[in-house]
């Protein structure tokens, strides 16, 4: 996620300079949404905003207390759809 995005660099234009890690807050909010989606909105959220892999969102989805026993439509578990890139 780019600053710019956010508006932040056109109130503090050096915002990256003095934030260098202000990117991974984002990131970790985003990845957070992993664990407490509904799991039919998962493959939206991993494929639309956070844009990672299967394989890379597989390692957050793992962590879900649901993991081994949420189904999605069809009665495909989340390892089945995650495990595919």
């Known amino acids: 996620m780019q600053l710019a995005s956010?508006?932040?660099?056109?109130?503090?234009?050096?915002?990256?300079?003095?934030?260098k890690g202000f990117h991974h807050l984002f990131t970790t909010q985003a990845l957070g949404n992993v664990l407490v989606v509904?799991?039919?909105?998962?493959?939206?959220?991993?494929?639309?905003?956070?844009r990672i892999s299967h394989s890379a969102a597989l390692n957050f989805i793992r962590l879900r207390e649901d993991f081994k026993t949420a189904r999605l439509p069809g009665?495909?578990?989340l390892a089945d759809v995650?495990?595919?890139d």
């Open 82 to 84: 995650f495990a595919e």
């Open 38 to 50: 509904a799991p039919t909105a998962l493959l939206g959220l991993v494929d639309g905003s956070l």
């Open 6 to 19: 956010w508006g932040v660099t056109r109130w503090w234009p050096n915002a990256k300079a003095k934030c």
């Open 75 to 77: 009665g495909v578990s």
